[in-house]
């Protein structure tokens, strides 16, 4: 490990438990890319609707994520990478309640993960960025230089999420969050291709009673340190 800007920072956890936030935060203070790479699903789920494709064909899905063009751009700020998909941004699109309802189904298709496996290790293999996901430590990048695993309780993810709406100017009730946020975590956990799970020499970090600041401070001081003693 080296002060050149090279590092791998992989960053796994479930649904609603700050994720995103985190990993820009710590890559703005490492002048690093950030990507999450849920959008690059979402954004499969949504031209996949669009153009009609059935989200349970799986042969016709591996075939559309071969086919279209993707891109990823850093956005003003230069920190975060977003992802085009055909020449078009899709940032908003994405959040569609439709696209949420079925991007854990194209997700689980195997054809899927190895394609967009590929462009996720495209992206990193220079180093200089932190990526998050549900099996960026364990499948994307095993041999990352850092790997981060970002828990909390399931009540506090679905506040969060709640809060996260009500900021947008969407409703929901906490109940239903935390309903829709436990089967995705099953299914994340549960799928045959990659599940979430923690990989064993991850940094595990419960933020349950941590701000998300806070836990972007708590990464930042583990790579400080183990940056000193590989020196």
């Known amino acids: 490990m080296t002060d050149r800007k090279e590092w791998i920072i992989a960053m796994d956890g479930p649904a609603g438990v700050g994720k995103s ?28 609707l669009r153009e009609g494709i059935d989200v349970k064909d799986a042969e016709a899905l591996t075939a559309l994520a071969e086919r279209v063009r993707w891109e990823f751009k850093p956005t003003e700020e230069g920190t975060t990478l977003k992802t085009f998909i055909d020449g078009e941004g899709v940032t908003l699109q994405i959040r569609d309640e439709q696209v949420s309802k079925h991007s854990s189904t194209v997700a689980g298709v195997p054809g899927v993960r190895r394609r967009l496996r590929g462009l996720q290790r495209e992206l990193g293999e220079a180093g200089g960025i932190v990526m998050e996901g549900r099996d960026i430590t364990t499948n994307v990048f095993p041999d990352a230089d850092f790997k981060i695993y970002l828990d909390a309780a399931p009540e506090e993810r679905a506040r969060r999420r709640y809060r996260q709406l009500r900021a947008s100017g969407k409703e929901g009730a906490i109940e239903d969050i935390l309903k829709a946020m436990t089967a995705r975590d099953r299914q994340d956990s549960e799928r045959k291709i990659n599940p979430l799970r923690q990989a064993a020499d991850a940094f595990v970090i419960d933020s349950t009673d941590l701000s998300l600041r806070e836990v972007a401070d708590k990464i930042l001081d583990h790579i400080r340190a183990r940056r000193g003693r590989r020196k």
């Not at 936030?21 to 999450?36: M, S």
Request: no cysteine; glycine share 10%; charged share 20%.
């Open 21 to 48: 936030t985190v990993g820009h935060l710590v890559a703005k203070k490492l002048g690093y890319h950030f990507i999450n790479t849920g959008e690059m699903y979402r954004a499969l789920t949504w031209k996949a």
